[in-house]
């Protein structure tokens, strides 16, 4: 390790961006696949939680999470407040079901609350940023709602 300090920053850097940590989302294509990998994160999650597996909703939710949060970038470089605050949220409240899910007896009431928390954040954005197109199903709303 001595006297080569800067690979070794290089190789964490790019290793943590195969994981898609601290990763920025750049342009509508990027986003659009960020979005279908949260989706589908949240659906499986969804499943998991279905069927009270609790501790398997966590790593599908924490990908989630991680993805919709590296979103945010792209509407900060839009200039687009009210849609960084809704992402802010969203992530938020992903962030909120985690810790009912991390508990010693995950009360089931209070994960259900949490997990429609998140998809009311969800929606919320879609309502105001998301609009159907002909030819990739969706996209960003031009001017919100
Ligand atoms: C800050 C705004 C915002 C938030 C928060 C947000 N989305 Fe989206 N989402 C969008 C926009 C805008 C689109 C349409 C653009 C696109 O699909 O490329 C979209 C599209 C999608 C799509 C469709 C992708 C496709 O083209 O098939 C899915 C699925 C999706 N979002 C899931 C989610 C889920 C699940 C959450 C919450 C955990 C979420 N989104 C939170 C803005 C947001």
């Known amino acids: 390790m001595t006297g080569r300090p800067a690979a070794w920053v290089a190789a964490f850097v790019v290793g943590a961006g195969t994981l898609g940590i601290a990763q920025k989302v750049i342009g509508p294509e990027e986003f659009?696949?960020?979005m279908k990998t949260v989706g589908a994160a949240l659906e499986a999650a969804e499943e998991a939680l279905g069927s009270a597996s609790y501790g398997d909703a966590k790593t599908p939710l924490a990908l989630s999470r991680q993805v919709l949060a590296s979103t945010r970038p792209e509407?900060?470089?839009n200039g687009v407040p009210d849609a960084v605050r809704m992402n802010r949220e969203a992530v938020a409240a992903l962030d909120a079901l985690d810790r009912v899910l991390s508990a010693a007896t995950?009360?089931?009431a209070a994960a259900t609350a949490a997990y429609d928390n998140?998809?009311?954040a969800c929606d919320a954005c879609?309502?105001?940023y998301r609009e159907g197109d002909p030819e990739t199903g969706y996209r960003i709303r031009s001017a919100p709602r």
Do not use: G
């Open 118 to 120: 998140v998809t009311r």
């Open 32 to 34: 659009d696949r960020a």
């Open 75 to 77: 509407w900060e470089a």
């Open 126 to 128: 879609h309502a105001a």
């Open 106 to 108: 995950v009360d089931p």
